[in-house]
């Protein structure tokens, strides 16, 4: 193993070209810094100065191993800088809804991760009723949420719409009381299912409850239900229904804008909101089924 403290003083060697020199400018004496040239010849099994009486030069051995030596030293002071940088490290919390973390992940979230190596990201998946709750009691830094009203107190990001959706020449749109698979309770989407319901409509009978899309989109596809299905998830083995035609409650578009604590927001958030901003085109076009 070549130890750092020897490198130094060979570093110091080479560079003065002489002893006393050397043990000057690294506050050694010469019996000591000969001792450490000794020692590293030791440990590579090869003579890398040759003495005289007007200093030393380096063998072939010396020069290949100063080479690597500037190198270890340089890596050496990176990992004692990153180190100290490191001691006060910064958390952000970040809420995302539980069924688009995929997307955000794929987009700009790992990136940041990759870029801010002495930053912890602390990501949590919720329903966005539970996310906005969550904020305000002082849980997060910022949060992505979806809702169907114009964010008063967070920053647009895209619209999304959802369509109602059955398996492709199915029968679950077509029963009396009409089984349904929905997002779980405090999600803006499951809220506005309801809130639009009437009497005149279909009763509804809620068969799943999930945050997972995949899992709706499945329950749709093997027609044991219909769901309100955001429109870049619709696939060939699915149609469209119009609420107005099969006595549905109306979809609202709905949001997806960015909420922030303002008590917590510092440098670092500040640059994660404006990745996330950045990558809002990759966002809302991208697919994570």
Not at 4 to 33: H, M, P, W, Y
Not at 244 to 260: G, R
Request: aromatic residues 6%; contains cysteine.
């Amino acid at each position: 193993m070549l130890k750092i403290e020897l490198l130094e003083s060979f570093i110091a060697v080479a560079e003065c070209g002489n002893l006393s020199k050397a043990a000057d400018q690294i506050c050694r004496t010469q019996s000591t810094l000969s001792l450490q040239i000794k020692k590293l010849e030791e440990s590579v099994g090869q003579p890398l100065l040759l003495r005289d009486n007007k200093g030393v030069t380096l063998t072939d051995s010396g020069k290949t191993l100063l080479n690597y030596a500037y190198k270890m030293m340089q890596l050496n002071s990176q990992a004692l800088d990153d180190l100290k940088d490191c001691q006060n490290r910064e958390i952000i919390r970040l809420g995302v809804p539980t069924d688009y973390i995929t997307r955000y992940l794929s987009s700009c979230l790992l990136e940041f991760i990759r870029e801010f190596t002495c930053i912890e990201l602390v990501i949590d998946t919720d329903v966005s009723g539970n996310l906005f709750k969550r904020l305000h009691q002082g849980e997060f830094d910022l949060i992505v949420a979806t809702h169907w009203l114009p964010p008063a107190h967070g920053e647009l990001l895209f619209e999304r719409k959802f369509h109602w959706v059955a398996a492709k020449a199915g029968n679950a749109h077509k029963r009396e009381t009409i089984p349904m698979a929905l997002y779980p309770e405090n999600c803006p989407i499951r809220a506005q299912v309801f809130a639009n319901h009437q009497l005149t409509m279909r009763p509804i009978n809620v068969l799943l409850s999930t945050p997972s899309p995949q899992a709706l989109c499945m329950a749709v596809e093997n027609d044991l239900a219909i769901a309100p299905i955001a429109e870049f998830r619709i696939d060939n083995n699915m149609q469209i229904l119009d609420p107005v035609e099969h006595h549905l409650p109306v979809l609202p578009v709905f949001n997806e804008a960015l909420y922030l604590n303002p008590n917590t927001q510092t440098d670092a958030t500040q640059q994660l909101i404006t990745l996330i901003k950045a990558n809002v085109e990759n966002l809302a076009e991208a697919n994570d089924n």
